[in-house]
């Protein structure tokens, strides 16, 4: 399968625990995008990432939140001490180059459920 | 008021019928307009690229754009069951390499 890969699919936390979410880009694509999407409502967008770099982190809430796309593996998305806010569906999308305007090819998501 | 507005439906047609989906926008710098089709429990998938206005055809598929109303469309010819998803229209600005601003998404209904 050569597509965007995330996992954990479904993964479920207790307040205060942490959250780690895992994307892999379509082979040959070196940018990702992580979005959320919260229960009727639109995705929205978190954070741009190429290797080892944050190009745009706007739409990541100040605290609690990170992500990185390390020079190897996978790039993840953090989230410390969750709340039960937190829970939505992470999506995963990615680019072949900075060109691209807006042809993003997305994962199934991982969807976090907070107790 | 969001940046992109979209009816949320849920829109119920007949098989064969010709479907209608629309959003309207605020932010006149929008230049790329696309349409999602996200299938229930899985990720958005690109149907539809269209950049500034006008009139792309694929298939079944017609988007407009129209930039002067700050209104784009999505028609659907000859719909099919398996067409029913929800499908979410989404926009970015020149130089914002990617950041996608979606509508909430029509929740469509292709009955036998």
């Known amino acids: 399968n050569a597509g965007v890969m995330q996992n954990p699919r479904h993964l479920v936390r207790r307040r205060g625990q942490e959250a780690r979410l895992r994307c892999s880009p379509m082979?040959?694509?070196?940018?990702v995008y992580w979005y959320r999407q919260l229960p009727e409502e639109g995705l929205k967008f978190m954070v741009y990432?190429?290797?080892?770099?944050?190009?745009?982190e706007s739409g990541m809430p100040k605290e609690r939140f990170s992500a990185e796309f390390p020079k190897e593996g996978p790039s993840i998305l953090r989230i410390q001490q969750v709340v039960r806010g937190d829970s939505a569906a992470y999506f995963c999308?990615?680019?072949?180059?900075?060109?691209?305007?807006?042809?993003?090819?997305f994962g199934e998501g991982s969807r976090l459920t907070v107790l | 008021q969001k940046e992109v507005e979209q009816d949320p439906g849920p829109l119920s047609v007949p098989e064969g019928a010709i479907v209608s989906l629309n959003c309207t926008y605020s932010?006149?710098?929008?230049?790329?307009f696309m349409w999602y089709r996200q299938y229930s429990r899985k990720g958005p998938e690109l149907l539809m690229y269209?950049?500034?206005?006008g009139n792309k055809e694929d298939g079944r598929f017609t988007a407009q754009v129209d930039k002067s109303s700050k209104y784009i469309s999505l028609f659907i010819r000859d719909s099919q069951p398996s067409d029913s998803a929800t499908y979410l229209c989404?926009?970015?600005?020149?130089?914002?390499?990617?950041?996608?601003?979606f509508g909430t998404g029509t929740r469509l209904q292709v009955t036998l």
């Open positions: 932010n006149s710098a929008f230049q790329y």
């Open positions: 269209t950049y500034s206005s």
């Open positions: 082979k040959g694509h070196s940018h």
């Open positions: 990432l190429q290797k080892e770099n944050i190009i745009d």
């Open positions: 999308a990615s680019s072949p180059g900075r060109d691209n305007t807006g042809e993003l090819f």
């Open positions: 989404a926009m970015s600005e020149p130089g914002t390499a990617s950041k996608l601003t």
